[in-house]
């Protein structure tokens, strides 16, 4: 430490390890669509697809989202947000015998797929605990399954009301169930032994759960007020891009969807993946389509065309939408070339088992990349012309950095010196002689033959 009398300032000195920025991740892929299982409008996220299988039940046939999770996965995406939208669905029950009477239990989650059982008993309690009970309750893999997802544990709950214990108030802290209806009376029956001499027996789920219907746009809306459908990304602390798959198979998401997607999108800073329309089937009918197509915005971005792959579920390949692939792809690429290193990138290309839907030329492409992106000032569509170099950025390396000692730490503090680049202009150059303006009038006349 030095000291400075003087001026009263003390400097001390840091280990510059401390110092070292986290890198933030850029990939982070938020997906809104219907789902198999799990819990609805909460955006949880997964950084694998075998971990959206255990949350949300894996492929589903009348779900988009989980052949664009997979593919995402598939492509190098890293780390997603899933938002399960729900329309119609009916969660499974629980019935417990209690006397003449019975303790509802209702599931959490709704839907088919959400296979619970429940099991009571008496453990630990004295004769005059006459209401109380202990319940468990088990998230198994399938039905009648042994294979246990989660499971919760609740000692000496009460059928009384007044009890601190009350069934229904501790319930409402359970990540499975809730009570349903009024508390019997009398306290559930001791669960019975199992088949083949199992001291401990389950009550199952009973077959009512319900799937509902296909989604709407209203559906993936949702209600800001509620916090459900997009705006359950509100608690969302940071995601870059938004997946939002076609409502079904033969259903594109509507105008009215991609209009607030958007605009939340530009409040968050993120960018919107958006899927081609079905109807495009070729690149002349994309860009005849994209010269009225009324959806416009700076933070939209479309891959077209859509990607076909392999159904396992139909045993046939299929054609998807394209966001999960391009959001993999784009969180791969970032993650294998940051910013801040000097290795040049692989190629972004989608990885073997995705095809594109319909071939597209290289000059097709142009046109497309023409009509779709429009100018971030006056929303009209970029037109390529030709024109003439008036300057241009060469890499510098790490030749001045190094002798200046110009360095920056990585996420792991470990140093490096940094790129530098350079400019320089062309054709503005004091000393240009008239030689070098007919020069550039004909490169910028010349024609390809």
């Known amino acids: 430490m030095a000291d400075s009398p003087a001026s009263g300032v003390q400097l001390s000195e840091q280990s510059r390890d401390s110092h070292a920025i986290d890198r933030v991740p850029t990939g982070v892929t938020a997906f809104v669509g219907r789902t198999l299982k799990g819990p609805v409008s909460q955006a949880v996220p997964v950084r694998s697809f075998a971990e959206f299988q255990q949350q949300f039940g894996g492929l589903w046939q009348p779900s988009t989202l989980s052949y664009a999770v997979e593919q995402f996965f598939e492509n190098g995406g890293r780390e997603a947000r899933i938002v399960r939208v729900a329309n119609g669905t009916r969660p499974a029950t629980i019935t417990l015998p209690a006397g003449a009477k019975a303790l509802k239990l209702v599931a959490l989650n709704p839907g088919s797929r959400e296979y619970l059982r429940a099991s009571v008993d008496y453990d630990g309690l004295t004769a005059a605990e006459h209401e109380r009970f202990n319940l468990v309750v088990q998230r198994v893999r399938t039905a009648g399954s042994e294979q246990v997802e989660d499971q919760e544990i609740y000692r000496r709950m009460s059928v009384a009301p007044a009890s601190g214990r009350f069934v229904g108030d501790v319930l409402l802290q359970s990540r499975l169930v809730r009570m349903q209806g009024m508390a019997p009376a009398q306290r559930p029956d001791r669960s019975a032994g199992g088949p083949g001499g199992v001291v401990v027996g389950y009550t199952l789920s009973n077959p009512d759960g319900d799937d509902g219907a296909p989604l709407t746009d209203y559906d993936i809306i949702g209600s800001s007020a509620n916090g459900t459908g997009l705006f359950a990304l509100g608690g969302v602390t940071r995601f870059n891009m938004l997946c939002i798959p076609p409502l079904a198979r033969e259903r594109d998401v509507g105008l009215s969807t991609l209009l607030v997607a958007a605009r939340l999108c530009r409040e968050r800073h993120a960018l919107l993946l958006v899927d081609p329309p079905a109807a495009w089937t070729s690149a002349p009918e994309a860009l005849e389509a994209l010269r009225t197509w009324p959806f416009r915005s700076d933070s939209a ?8 792959a392999f159904d396992r579920l139909r045993g046939r390949v299929e054609t998807f939408g394209s966001c999960g692939a391009a959001a993999g ?33 290289d000059a097709d492409r142009v046109r497309l990349a023409q009509a779709g992106e429009p100018c971030l000032n006056c929303g009209q569509p970029l037109r390529i012309r030709r024109a003439i170099e008036v300057g241009h950025v060469f890499k510098l390396g790490t030749k001045y950095s190094e002798a ?46």
């Open 404 to 449: 200046f000692n110009a360095c920056f730490l990585d996420e792991a503090g470990q140093k490096h010196p940094i790129e530098t680049v350079g400019a320089q202009l062309r054709s503005m150059m004091p000393w240009m002689k008239k030689n070098r303006v007919i020069g550039n009038t004909v490169e910028s006349r010349q024609t390809d033959s």
């Open 329 to 361: 792809m784009i969180a791969r690429l970032d993650e294998s070339w940051p910013v801040w290193t000097a290795a040049e990138s692989e190629e972004a290309i989608l990885r073997p088992g995705l095809r594109p839907a319909v071939p597209v030329s």
């Open 301 to 308: 971005v479309m891959y077209y065309p859509r990607v076909q």
